[in-house]
């Protein structure tokens, strides 16, 4: 029978929930502070910590921190409420298997404790070994805990191992480059070049050259041997980014490249075997243009044996706090500077705004206002207009003060929505979990 230590200083609510986690098989024992708490943890070994994030002498997180310290592996899950989230990413930053925004319903409680305990202590030592590799052969790497970033990630680690050539889309700033240096660094070619080439920046007037290199003299301004992409990159990966942009003959030239396996500098008649693997990425729509005649079909069906969607930001909300973070860490390195965080009217603004930027535009944001600030967090009046700006249509933190505005704003919300509830969801800045148990609360149908 596993073994669960619950953390929780509401007497009734710990009973209640002690008795229903009882019904289902598990060893409970539950302690009202993290003093009693750590004692319990030193004397006795457990399977899971389920802990309330505030207890009477700290915080979860406390307890989570003590844990780590030990060098224990026992998976700690954390209750919050839906104001606490942000605090909760942090926490999982720091090692939390999972947390769960109050009030939550049973069956939740089971899947994440199921979720929890699948994972032996061997897999998670495991898992943070491979994690440190990836972070350390990218410092771009944050992985997201929203469904997308989770689904884009697992697209990523099933393609990488492969030579499969892959086609990135998504709109511009979402870190399709990070992408591709990612699937390079999970890959069998991880320790051979990796060749990032933007098409755009490319004159076709030398795009044979860039690619496949020449001799000297084979034409005017040619006055050294130059190797081109294609050869640096060989035995790893060559990177195009905006590969759309390639004129007709550099598409032709590509496609022969990848089909023969083999390329010829300019002004040479030797040709050079190559060893790459080939992976793109694009924010256009390349099947329409290929409808349109602007792109050879058959270099796109060969470039897209596999195709990966990177997700706008505002599609990932739920990771926003975890990229400003990464983002304010480089910044401070960048800058010299030790800025701590962020106010909560700064994460509230940031939680609103669209990011049509995306990834990019939140990066150069944090630069910035981590320049301009003069105190230990990062306030509204560092903000660039467009952000300081913002309006959001539901303001949760006063407006959902008592139930009767908080079932106006969830009708309110769905309305707009048209009762998309992942619409809706968003418009309340709020979970579509979260939203959920709220609908089932106020008996919204």
């Not at 052969?137 to 884009?152: P, Q, T, Y």
């Not at 023969?260 to 008649?269: A, C, D, M, N, T």
């Not at 967090?377 to 300081?388: D, G, Q, R, T, Y």
Request: net charge neutral.
């Amino acid at each position: 029978m596993k073994k669960i230590l619950l953390v929780e200083d509401d007497v009734t609510f710990s009973n209640m929930l002690k008795h229903f986690l009882e019904r289902h098989q598990y060893s409970v024992e539950v302690s009202y502070t993290i003093k009693n708490a750590s004692a319990l943890l030193k004397k006795h070994s457990y399977n899971l910590i389920f802990t309330d994030l505030r207890l009477p002498d700290g915080n979860g997180i406390d307890l989570l921190k003590q844990s780590k310290n030990t060098d224990s592996d026992i998976p700690v899950v954390l209750m919050t409420s839906y104001a606490e989230v942000s605090t909760a990413v942090q926490a999982m930053k720091q090692g939390a298997f999972d947390y769960i925004s109050k009030p939550f319903n049973p069956d939740e409680v089971l899947e994440v404790i199921s979720n929890a305990l699948e994972v032996k202590p061997e897999e998670v030592t495991q898992t943070k070994k491979e994690d440190n590799k990836v972070s350390s052969s990218s410092s771009n790497i944050v992985s997201g805990i929203s469904s997308a970033s989770k689904s884009l990630y697992e697209h990523i680690h099933l393609v990488a191992p492969t030579d499969m050539s892959v086609l990135i889309t998504g709109e511009s700033g979402t870190g399709k480059e990070v992408v591709a240096n990612t699937i390079h660094t999970q890959s069998l070619r991880k320790d051979k070049p990796f060749i990032a080439v933007d098409c755009g920046a490319i004159p076709k007037e030398i795009a044979s050259s860039e690619f496949f290199g020449h001799q000297k003299g084979s034409f005017t301004g040619a006055i050294n041997d130059k190797i081109g992409h294609f050869e640096t990159a060989n035995g790893g990966t060559l990177f195009l980014d905006e590969v759309g942009n390639l004129n007709y003959e550099s598409q032709v030239q590509l496609l022969r490249a990848l089909q023969e396996r083999k390329i010829k500098p300019v002004g040479s008649s030797k040709e050079i075997m190559v060893d790459i693997r080939l992976i793109t990425a694009t924010n256009e729509d390349l099947l329409l243009a290929v409808e349109k005649g602007n792109f050879r079909e058959d270099l796109y069906h060969r470039l897209n044996e596999f195709s990966i969607k990177v997700p706008s930001l505002k599609d990932r909300k739920d990771d926003l706090i975890l990229y400003a973070d990464f983002f304010l860490e480089k910044a401070n390195k960048q800058l010299n500077k030790s800025i701590a965080g962020f106010s909560q009217e700064v994460l509230a603004l940031f939680q609103q705004y669209n990011w049509p930027g995306n990834l990019r535009e939140l990066s150069n944001v944090i630069k910035r206002a981590t320049l301009l600030s003069q105190t230990e967090i990062i306030e509204k009046e560092v903000l660039p207009e467009e952000l300081k700006n913002t309006e959001g249509q539901y303001s949760l933190p006063n407006d959902f003060s008592t139930k009767e505005n908080e079932k106006k704003l969830i009708i309110r919300a769905l309305h707009e929505a048209k009762n998309n509830k992942t619409k809706a969801a968003k418009l309340l800045n709020i979970t579509r979990k979260t939203l959920y148990n709220k609908l089932k609360e106020h008996k919204i149908s």
